[in-house]
């Protein structure tokens, strides 16, 4: 069985503080892909990043940053510098290579970032 | 935007009622899956198509069924709805079964 827990329900920050979003999964697969995604109000999950488990270099994009460890099964994502658009849902998914259809989703993490 | 589309954007169907929601994969993708979120909560598979046929099912009842034609859109029905089905249904296509999904914009779907 493969799960993924996003243990931060909510997370409130000010305009150009950073935050992290933490990221937790199970998977007795050895093969499996890693996923972050942003939902904005409007529905739409926007793709952000794919990491491959055979592949842990962590990855920098922007003022976004990710984090995959993993010794403790966790795949991080860091937003330096956070800004209002970045108020979102974001989701962290999980895919195995022998169910490589179905993603898992954690439950998201609001976040709000306030002006 | 990720070309991907879906429609309706918005239905509202009473109980027992069926519905058919439909979505056009992203040009060059070939396969498409399916997810429901109900609010404040992840997207849960429903099922995958590979080159039109059904590629991997999640834990939903047979009376979730989907369709995928040659030209690779694809379509959800759902018969017997009941209140519970109320959720936000997904459709994401990719090139390969394996590779990223790309989400459309959903349809909300709301069950009276």
């Known amino acids: 069985a493969q799960k993924v827990t996003q243990a931060q329900t909510e997370i409130s920050v000010v305009e150009k503080e950073d935050v992290t979003l933490d990221c937790v999964y199970e998977?007795?697969?050895?093969?499996?892909?890693l996923f972050w995604y942003k939902q904005p109000p409007s529905g739409e999950l926007v793709f952000l990043i794919r990491?491959?488990?055979?592949?842990?270099q962590n990855e920098i994009s922007g003022r976004y940053s990710w984090n995959f460890q993993k010794s403790t099964s966790s795949f991080n994502f860091t937003i330096t510098a956070s800004q209002v658009v970045d108020s979102a849902v974001y989701f962290c998914?999980?895919?195995?290579?022998?169910?490589?259809?179905?993603?898992?989703f954690g439950d998201g993490t609001t976040l709000t970032v306030k002006p | 935007e990720t070309g991907v589309t879906q429609s309706p954007t918005h239905l509202i169907k009473t109980r027992g009622q069926q519905v058919t929601l439909r979505c056009s994969s992203q040009?060059?993708?070939?396969?498409v899956s399916w997810y429901q979120q109900a609010l404040g909560q992840g997207p849960q598979f429903i099922f995958q198509?590979?080159?039109?046929?059904?590629?991997g099912r999640g834990n939903f009842p047979p009376r979730f069924s989907g369709l995928q034609f040659p030209n690779y859109s694809s379509e959800l029905n759902v018969n017997a709805l009941e209140l519970d089905d109320s959720a936000l249904y997904l459709c994401?296509?990719?090139?390969?079964?394996?590779?990223?999904?790309?989400f459309g914009p959903g349809t909300r779907l709301t069950v009276l």
């Open positions: 994401a296509s990719s090139w390969h079964p394996t590779d990223t999904q790309y």
């Open positions: 998977t007795r697969d050895t093969t499996y892909y």
């Open positions: 990491r491959n488990s055979f592949d842990e």
């Open positions: 998914a999980l895919r195995t290579h022998t169910n490589a259809g179905k993603s898992t």
């Open positions: 040009s060059g993708h070939n396969t």
């Open positions: 198509y590979y080159r039109e046929e059904e590629n």
